[in-house]
C-alpha cells in the first residue's frame, strides 16, 4: 500500500485500534432502556425505525428495563451537581479527499503563488464532527437530548427539552430547543428524509439529500413547537428565530412558522410514508449574530429576514424479499430566504475598497433527491444517491459569487457495522455542476462513528 492510500486510513486505523478493545459500553439510550442500539435504529446508526420514531415521540421516557433510572437520580452532590447522569460520546473520524473540486464562488482556490488549491485536496479530522451528549427521562413525562461540540474553535452547547403525553395509542406534547447546526425541524422529527440532519442516510448530505443541499433544514435555529403522534399521523407545528442561543438572541418582530405532515402506512412488511412541510414568516435579528465574521466592522443592526419554503417528502422502509431496505425521496419545491436591508450586511475593505457581503444570502432554490439503502445482510448496507440543485438566488451579498451550485450529483456508497457501536462509511459522489465553464468532479468521504 503506497503512502497515499495509507494516509487515508491511518486516521480510522489509529481510532480503531484504541477504542475497539474497550466498547463494551452503549449510548444514553441504550442503559437507559437497556436494548441494544439496534432496537431504535435498525440496521443503521443514524436511520430510525418505527421502534425508534415512538421512543422519541415519548420523550425518551420509554424503558424496558427494570429499575431503570431517569436522567437526574440520586443524592445531588456538590453545587447540586446530579449524581448520576446518561452521557454519550460519538466519536467520528472524517476522511473528505476532492477530485477538482471547486468552491462556492465557481473557482479553484489559490495560494499567493498562484497554485492550484481546490484540485486533489485531502482533508482528515477526529474531533470536528463528534458530540457529547446528556440524553434521557428527566420525569415521567419529559426527556432530554443535550450537546456538546465543536464549531470554530469553541465549545457549543445546543438540544432541546421534549413534553410528551400519552392519548391512547398516540402521543401529543411539545418541545423547546436550540441548535447551531440542524436546523428549524430539529426539535421533532423522526424520519429520514432530510429535515433532521443527525437520522440522514448519508454522510456526505449536501450531495445527497434536498433538504441538506438547498439549505432548508440546517443551520441555526431557536424554536418551540407542538406535535401529534398518531399511529398513522404525524403533525407539528412550530415557530423559530434563526440563531443560536448560545449566541445570545436580540431580535424584534415575530418568529418564523413552519409545519410538516406526515401519514404512514404499513403494507406487509413495508412502512410507506408520505409527507409535505412548509416554512414561512419573517423574523428581525442582529446582522452581526446572523453572521459572526461581521462583528465590529459594521454597525449592529436588526435586519429583518423573510423565509418561504416548502416541499413533500416520501420514505418506503421495511423488508423487501427478506433484506431489509430504505428508499427516502425529498422534493424541495421552494426555498426563499430574503432581508429587507442588504446594506447592513456589508462593509468595505482594503486598499481597493472591496465590498464584502455577509450571510445569509439572497436564496431561491429547487432541489429533488433520491436514495436508496440495501442490506443484502444485517451489518452491511449498500448506498445509492441522486441529487439535482437549482440555485436561482441573486447573490446580492457576494457580487462575485457565481451561480455554482446549480449541479446533479450521483453517489454510491457502503456503511458496515462492526458491532452496534461502530460504523464505518465511505461514499464517492460525481457531481456534474450545470455551468458549461465548471469541470465536473469527484468526492470521496468515509467516516468512521464510535458510539459510547
Known amino acids: 500500500m503506497n503512502q497515499v492510500k495509507m494516509s487515508i486510513f491511518l486516521p480510522y486505523l489509529l481510532v480503531f485500534m484504541l477504542f475497539i478493545d474497550n466498547l463494551h459500553a452503549v449510548p444514553g439510550f441504550s442503559r437507559q432502556t437497556g436494548l441494544e442500539c439496534m432496537a431504535c435504529h435498525a440496521n443503521s446508526q443514524p436511520y430510525l425505525n418505527s421502534f425508534g420514531r415512538g421512543f422519541a415521540r415519548s420523550a425518551y421516557t420509554m424503558s424496558t428495563k427494570s429499575g431503570s433510572q431517569s436522567l437526574i437520580v440520586g443524592e445531588d452532590i456538590g453545587l447540586s451537581l446530579p449524581a448520576v447522569l446518561n452521557i454519550s460520546l460519538i466519536l467520528k473520524a472524517r476522511y473528505d ?83 447551531n447546526n440542524y436546523g428549524p425541524f430539529a426539535g421533532m422529527e423522526t424520519y429520514s428524509t432530510g429535515l433532521y440532519k443527525p437520522i440522514r442516510q448519508f454522510e456526505n448530505h449536501k450531495l445527497t439529500n434536498a433538504a441538506q443541499a438547498a439549505d432548508l433544514a440546517s443551520g441555526e435555529a431557536t424554536g418551540i413547537q407542538v406535535f401529534y403522534a398518531g399511529e398513522k399521523l404525524f403533525l407539528t407545528v412550530g415557530a423559530y428565530v434563526p440563531i443560536h442561543n448560545t449566541d445570545g438572541i436580540d431580535m424584534g418582530g415575530s418568529m418564523i412558522s413552519y409545519g410538516r ?117 444485517t451489518p452491511l448496507g449498500l448506498k445509492f444517491a441522486y441529487l439535482t440543485l437549482d440555485d436561482k438566488g441573486p447573490h446580492t451579498f457576494e ?34 455542476p450545470t455551468r458549461q465553464d465548471i469541470e465536473d468532479y469527484t468526492d470521496l468521504l468515509s467516516v468512521l462513528t464510535i458510539s459510547f
Request: net charge negative; charged share 25%.
Open 97 to 179: 479527499k476532492g477530485y477538482d473540486v471547486i468552491n462556492g464562488k465557481g473557482k479553484v482556490l489559490e495560494n499567493s503563488n498562484g497554485d492550484d488549491l481546490g484540485a486533489n485536496r485531502g482533508m482528515y479530522d477526529i474531533f470536528k464532527t463528534s458530540t457529547i451528549n446528556i440524553t434521557g427521562k428527566v420525569s415521567d413525562n419529559v426527556g432530554s437530548l443535550l450537546e456538546l461540540r465543536q464549531k470554530i474553535g469553541k465549545t457549543v452547547f445546543g438540544g432541546k427539552v421534549v413534553a410528551s403525553f400519552e392519548m391512547g395509542d398516540a402521543y401529543s406534547g411539545f418541545v423547546v430547543y436550540s441548535t
Open 261 to 377: 405532515i406526515a401519514y404512514e402506512q404499513p403494507i406487509g412488511n413495508i412502512n410507506i410514508i408520505i409527507g409535505a412541510y412548509g416554512i414561512y414568516g419573517k423574523s428581525k435579528a442582529s446582522n452581526t449574530l446572523l453572521d459572526v465574521s461581521l462583528e465590529g466592522k459594521v454597525t449592529q443592526a436588526l435586519v429583518e429576514l423573510e423565509k418561504e419554503a416548502y416541499g413533500v417528502d416520501l420514505q418506503i422502509d421495511g423488508e423487501l424479499l427478506s433484506k431489509n431496505i430504505i428508499i427516502t425521496m425529498n422534493a424541495v419545491l421552494k426555498n426563499k430566504t430574503t432581508l429587507d436591508d442588504p446594506n447592513l450586511m456589508n462593509y468595505i475593505t482594503g486598499k481597493n475598497s472591496t465590498n464584502i457581503y455577509g450571510e445569509p444570502a439572497d436564496a431561491d432554490m429547487e432541489a429533488f433527491s433520491v436514495s436508496l439503502e440495501y442490506y443484502p445482510w
Open 399 to 432: 457580487l462575485d459569487k457565481v451561480d455554482a451550485k446549480d449541479k446533479d450529483a450521483y453517489t454510491v456508497g457502503f456503511d458496515y457495522s462492526f458491532r452496534q457501536n461502530v460504523k464505518f462509511a465511505m461514499e464517492y459522489s460525481m457531481v456534474k
